[in-house]
């Protein structure tokens, strides 16, 4: 609760400017495709193979 209070406190006297983005790259076959997930857990259950578009 004092750490919530902390926070709201410093927050409405000052904006937030992240300063850190990850980039995160997965590498595999061409015919396989992973849409990456935000928490960057790699599942083997989400590889999926590519569709054919020519």
């Not at 406190?9 to 990456?36: C, Q």
């Amino acid at each position: 609760m004092l750490l919530q209070e902390a926070s709201k406190l410093v927050i409405s006297g000052y904006g937030l400017l992240p300063l850190y983005f990850e980039l995160s790259v997965w590498a595999m076959r061409r015919d396989l495709t992973y849409a990456g997930r935000a928490d960057q857990a790699t599942l083997a259950q989400f590889v999926m193979p590519r569709t054919a578009t020519r």
